[in-house]
């Protein structure tokens, strides 16, 4: 889930990393943007927040999504679940 000033919506993460993740989703956003983040992981109860998101790049219905700000406490939960996920 995503808010901003010019959007909200909910999309699908692909690419998921420390620094950000591809977002699929069909409501339109704008390059440079910025917006807050909740990301719902499928091994936990409650939201990872992303205080704050840049939008970098758009094609089609996808956005490239730069992570630059997370609460300490997120930003461990996101390592601990991409070192649990690592193929």
Request: hydrophobic content about 40%; aromatic content about 8%; proline content about 2%.
């Given at each position: ?20 993740c ?23 109860t ?42």
């Amino acid at each position: 889930m995503f808010s901003g000033a010019l959007s909200i919506g909910e999309g699908h993460i692909h690419n998921l990393s420390h620094r950000g993740c591809l977002v699929e989703c069909n409501r339109s956003t704008l390059e440079g943007s910025y917006m807050a983040v909740r990301l719902l992981l499928p091994d936990s109860t409650h939201a990872l927040t992303i205080e704050l998101a840049a939008v970098r790049w758009i094609r089609e219905e996808y956005f490239g999504m730069e992570f630059l700000k997370l609460p300490s406490s997120d930003q461990a939960r996101l390592a601990h679940f991409l070192s649990a996920h690592q193929r």
